[in-house]
């Protein structure tokens, strides 16, 4: 399987993803809290007695072939001297939280994925590689801990990049790179393929990305259905999905500059009620509240002058956006001079979905 895909949209090669995740994480975070425990084959889960299971073990007792969600009972027959600790969960949240505020310093498009694992969006960034160097060598510099990192242009190659050189490692996959980089991999290793996709696959002799190449994506659509497009897609090395970050915006506005500077006021209001409707439109789409409503205006010799006015209470509702912006937009006795810009912007934004019940709308109209 050699050179490029037609089935690659090159702008979204553009992308530069990191996906970090920490080594062996419970494991590592109580080994950084008692140094005794290094080096030792550690297992932090359900006790051996019970029925638990491991939640993570630390390298010393993978090489003992323990892995996750095994049966604690099992670990022990495979390593009877390793350490078993029951999770400590507050403090695997603190040494998460040091992380993450490590991350949130090279970009604000972080998507968490677990608590030692997430993706940051640096493509507008020169040199991708020299973050994620810079991430790993801060976290282990602060947290005493060890990230791995793989950066690529999506999340998909990404995060099986990122396993690549584990523990304390980096793998790198350019964008000429990708398809040729998912070719060897077995279907299993793409991201929400799971064992009866696997088992599907199998039945036709197919293992890896290779073979789904191979097979081509029509025979794939007609033996698995159409809903099985996406494994080809990913075979491909292709996954357009964008991150999901948590981060808020802390604006959301709307402006037009007029094709010619406008005079009368009639216009301007209609200007202003119709920019008013976009921005409401989008506040909806993006299910916002706010607290604070600006307007802006750029006169035609392009002074601009803003006004703005927060509440203490939540506001989404047309009307009230009509009726501040309106207010505020009057405070600037325009009436007479010509426009060359008019704009409305909503800050201090919430999700519509952990406000509480009360809005301005119940106080204010
Ligand atoms: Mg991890």
Known sequence: MNGTNPEIHYSLLKRKIIHIDLDAFFAAVESRNNPKLKGKPLIIGGSPSSRGVVCTASYEARKFGIKSAMASSQALKLCPHAIFLKPNFESYKNASREVFKILSTYSELIE?????????????????????????????????????????????????????????????????QVFNFMQPLLIKKIPFVGPVTTKKFADFNIYTCADVILAGKD?????????????????????????????????????????????????????LNRIILNLFININK??????????KIKY??????????????????????????????????????????????????????????????????
């Open 112 to 176: 968490p994925m677990s608590m030692d694992e997430a993706y940051i969006d640096v493509s507008e960034s020169k040199n991708a590689t020299e973050i994620a160097e810079n991430i790993r060598k801060k976290i282990q510099n602060l947290t005493q801990l060890t990230a791995s990192a793989g950066i690529a242009p999506n999340k998909m190659v990404a995060k099986i990049a990122s396993d690549i050189n584990k523990p304390n490692g980096i793998a790198i996959v350019k964008p000429h």
């Open 219 to 271: 025979f794939i659509i007609n033996k698995f259905g159409s809903s099985s497009e996406w494994v080809y897609q990913r075979a491909c090395g292709i996954d357009e999905s964008p991150l999901e970050t948590t981060q808020i915006r802390k604006s959301l506005g709307e402006e037009e500059t007029f094709p010619k500077d406008i005079f009368r006021m009639e216009h301007k209001l209609f200007e």
């Open 286 to 295: 993006k299910n916002l509240a706010a607290k604070t409503i600006t307007v």
């Open 300 to 365: 035609a010799n392009f002074t601009v002058k803003t006004k703005s006015k927060s509440y203490p209470l939540y506001f989404f509702e047309e009307e009230i956006i009509k009726k501040i912006a309106l207010e505020l937009f009057l405070e600037f006795k325009c009436d007479k001079e010509p426009l060359r810009l008019i704009g409305v912007s909503i800050s201090n934004l919430i999700d519509k979905s952990e406000m509480k019940q009360t809005t301005l709308f119940d106080n204010y109209i």
